[in-house]
């Protein structure tokens, strides 16, 4: 019920396309659903994050879309670079959002290919 | 206007000795977490402060791990007997409130701790 499914687990993509990262959870009670982005040898860093009253939210060249009835969210990273290689967390947190109750999924290495 | 601040940034140690491991919190956020990231792998929420509530310690591995939050500020991890799969980097977070929008979790850099 805790756990956030998070595929794939690396991705490859070429400078300039699409890099789409999927999660799934189970907890309908998840009430926040933040992508944390990590480089190597820094901690996580909020990318963007969505609450589930909203099917979409976009940043820039990062996208959430969110899908209740299915219990999955996906980020989308358009135009992609280099400087995105990177590990990205999806995550999912529910109301007093503390210990437990804020769950990571397990990372997605993305590589951008110059 | 500093982020979290971790200490040290690597340790080396051998096992079975102890360490402890520092966190300085962003200033006047209430929540503060330790997670341990292992080579390539996700975030394992360790433990969890919050005010003057007892902490969550539902994500220690075992006994030999505890962690205390003095005035609600600094926090120490200590990790007592190291083992090899003590192996890690260890994180800290910090928030400013516990719930929805706002509560986005501020990562320290981390410290990497490696049992010989």
């Known amino acids: 019920q805790q756990q956030v499914k998070q595929s794939p687990q690396s991705l490859i993509v070429q400078k300039g396309g699409i890099s789409i990262i999927n999660c799934a959870y189970e907890n309908t009670a998840f009430d926040y659903f933040p992508w944390y982005q990590q480089f190597p040898g820094k901690g996580p860093a909020l990318l963007i994050a969505?609450?589930?009253?909203?099917s979409e939210k976009k940043e820039g060249r990062f996208t959430i879309s969110f899908n209740k009835s299915a219990k999955q969210f996906s980020l989308h990273i358009m135009d992609s670079q280099p400087g995105d290689s990177a590990t990205y967390f999806c995550a999912a947190s529910m109301g007093d959002n503390y210990g437990q109750n804020f769950v990571f999924g397990p990372g997605t290495r993305l590589s951008v290919l110059p | 206007g500093a982020g979290v601040s971790q200490s040290p940034s690597n340790k080396v140690t051998e096992k079975g000795k102890d360490v402890e491991l520092r966190c300085d919190p962003i200033?006047?956020?209430?929540?503060l977490y330790w997670y341990r990231q292992s080579l390539g792998q996700g975030l394992e929420f360790l433990i969890y402060f919050q005010g003057n509530s007892a902490p969550d310690k539902s994500g220690l591995p075992s006994d030999r791990f505890s962690a205390e939050r003095t005035g609600g500020s600094v926090s120490t991890l200590t990790i007592q007997r190291t083992q090899q799969e003590d192996s890690a980097v260890y994180l800290c977070a910090s928030s400013p409130r516990t719930s929805g929008i706002g509560s986005e979790q501020f990562f320290g850099p981390g410290t990497r701790l490696t049992v010989l």
């Open positions: 200033s006047g956020h209430t929540a």
């Open positions: 969505i609450r589930p009253d909203v």
